[in-house]
């Protein structure tokens, strides 16, 4: 089966990366992933760089411990104003989340996710 895109997927708990990733590479995508905002902005750099880019980043809006999607979304758009990010939290009533284009966010996902859903908004994405 050929590639739908290429997804950086951000989440700092280890069961939502692994569960993530197998819906994700099951809908068809490659996946890379990492546990805070620092780290997903140094892979979107490289893999930007090396021109292999990602087609889509999801970004996990709060890390307890380092850079969350709030944070890191200002890194990527002002290394790429261009990137195609998704925010995804549990707290569908933070403002980021409510409001997320005024963050420079494409889309949200609440969790916990349905595969329906992050079947749609990729779609929708990948088709921009």
């Known amino acids: 089966m050929t590639s739908k895109g290429k997804i950086l997927l951000m989440d700092d708990e280890q069961i939502i990366?692994?569960?993530?990733?197998?819906?994700?590479?099951?809908?068809?995508?490659?996946?890379?992933?990492?546990?805070?905002?620092?780290?997903?902005?140094?892979?979107?750099?490289?893999?930007?760089?090396?021109?292999?880019?990602?087609?889509?980043?999801?970004?996990?809006?709060?890390?307890?411990?380092?850079?969350?999607?709030?944070?890191?979304?200002?890194?990527?758009?002002?290394?790429?104003?261009?990137v195609k990010a998704i925010v995804s939290s549990g707290y569908s009533n933070d403002p980021v989340v409510q409001d997320f284009t005024q963050y420079g966010f494409s889309g949200k996902l609440s969790k916990p996710y349905k595969i329906n859903d992050m079947k749609l908004i990729l779609e929708q994405l990948m088709a921009r």
Request: no cysteine; proline share 5%; aromatic share 10%.
């Open 17 to 82: 990366l692994d569960v993530t990733q197998e819906v994700l590479k099951f809908l068809g995508y490659d996946v890379m992933f990492s546990q805070d905002g620092e780290t997903a902005y140094n892979l979107y750099v490289q893999e930007k760089n090396a021109g292999s880019p990602f087609d889509i980043v999801i970004l996990d809006l709060s890390v307890p411990e380092g850079i969350g999607g709030k944070d890191a979304i200002v890194k990527l758009k002002a290394f790429d104003p261009q």
